[in-house]
């Protein structure tokens, strides 16, 4: 099956050949068809999949049949739970819809930066892609108005609403017109989404595409029993002693990621720290060095790591272990991509040990453990 046989316009058949795009992803072939029929739609498909251009491409032929609006009065609304996200989907838009011969504009706003730009940017704005959050602050300020929008799109519909965004998207939701399309994206069906599908969702159609699971048997994976104060000590040891290049640590919080940072940076290991605090052009700026090769080591939290997405990463290093045994192979499984092999390294306390046998039970994959005291990390 093309993109043609689905129904994409000639316009964006020629945008999608100068993207590369060959065949349709299995999204695309269940959701484009659909929604340009105007059905409401719930997508469920994991990250990677293609399901930004599964609703892209639909919206903007489904927009083209109008594009007259009233100023600051948006006809498509897109809900993304990060900057990031927001940054990438709109990137989409640009890019398809600079394609099409209607003039059709598209904005990304969030936190993090200044929101007087993103007001005076809001003039003419046909497809707005917004974090909750900023969003209402913008209606709060008349910056922009609800009252024609007539598709909304919530993207990563799980993180959403697991978030605590739930009483901000009930206060945008009663601002919509009832009459519209609705399109859900979610990366799985949690019950916060099964829950919000009854009361947001008419004339449904269910879009599931099998989640394939995280292939990790090119990673090899390997774990180091250390105290929490020599944690520090032993992650620029192996950085070191080994000379890992483009390594991506993982730290559970703001102010873990920046304390790693900064000690890594104080012993001449090039580090910088990503995380929600941090501003959208430092963040963006970090991302592109390390995916160039330019940076030797990113430390993310596990809210930023969506949008690491490196083809042949050759390692990651968990500085503290996720919550979840999905959390953790959704972070070792960055690396080992593209039949390349990828190293992952996992520094464990004694009080992590029960939580890693759990770890790698529902892996099913047992990782050996070494024991850091019998490392000279003197002068590290």
Not at 11 to 22: S, V, W
Not at 217 to 233: D, M, R, Y
Not at 261 to 272: E, P, R, T
Not at 350 to 373: A, C, G, P, T
């Amino acid at each position: 099956m093309t993109f043609k046989d689905l129904g994409v316009s000639s316009p964006l058949l020629d945008a999608l050949t100068k993207a590369a795009y060959k065949t349709p992803t299995p999204i695309q072939k269940a959701a484009i068809p659909v929604i340009l029929k105007g059905k409401d739609v719930l997508g469920i498909a994991q990250t990677g999949s293609g399901k930004t251009a599964s609703f892209v491409l639909p919206t903007l032929m489904r927009l083209q049949k109008d594009t007259h609006l009233k100023n600051r009065h948006i006809k498509v609304l897109t809900l993304v739970p990060t900057r990031e996200l927001a940054v990438q989907v709109d990137e989409v838009f640009q890019q398809f819809g600079d394609a099409i011969p209607e003039r059709i504009k598209s904005l990304a706003v969030h936190g993090g930066v200044s929101i007087n730009p993103q007001m005076i940017g809001m003039q003419h704005v046909h497809i707005l892609t917004a974090t909750p959050g900023r969003l209402i602050d913008l209606v709060e300020s008349k910056a922009v108005h609800l009252s024609d929008v007539g598709i909304l799109i919530m993207d990563e519909a799980d993180k959403l609403l697991n978030r605590g965004f739930q009483e901000e998207i009930n206060k945008i939701i009663a601002l919509l017109p009832k009459k519209r399309q609705n399109l859900l994206f979610s990366a799985t069906l949690s019950k916060e989404v099964t829950a919000i599908k009854k009361d947001l969702l008419n004339d449904l159609v269910v879009v599931e595409i099998e989640k394939k699971e995280e292939k990790i048997e090119l990673i090899n994976q390997s774990a180091w029993l250390v105290t929490a104060e020599k944690k520090g000590p032993l992650l620029r040891y192996l950085i070191k002693s080994n000379d890992l290049k483009q390594v991506l640590v993982f730290a559970s919080s703001v102010y873990q990621a920046n304390n790693i940072a900064d000690k890594l940076n104080k012993n001449n290991v090039q580090a910088v720290a990503i995380h929600s605090k941090k501003s959208q052009g430092a963040r963006t700026k970090a991302l592109e060095q390390f995916k160039a090769g330019e940076l030797r080591v990113l430390v993310a939290t596990d809210l930023l790591s969506r949008g690491i997405d490196i083809e042949s990463l050759p390692c990651v290093i968990n500085y503290e272990l996720p919550r979840s045994p999905k959390d953790y192979i959704h972070r070792v499984g960055r690396t080992g991509r593209a039949a390349t092999k990828g190293d992952a390294i996992s520094l464990v306390t004694k009080e992590d040990l029960h939580h890693f046998k759990v770890i790698q039970k529902k892996m099913k994959k047992w990782v050996d453990l070494s024991y850091s005291e019998e490392l000279d990390l003197h002068g590290f």
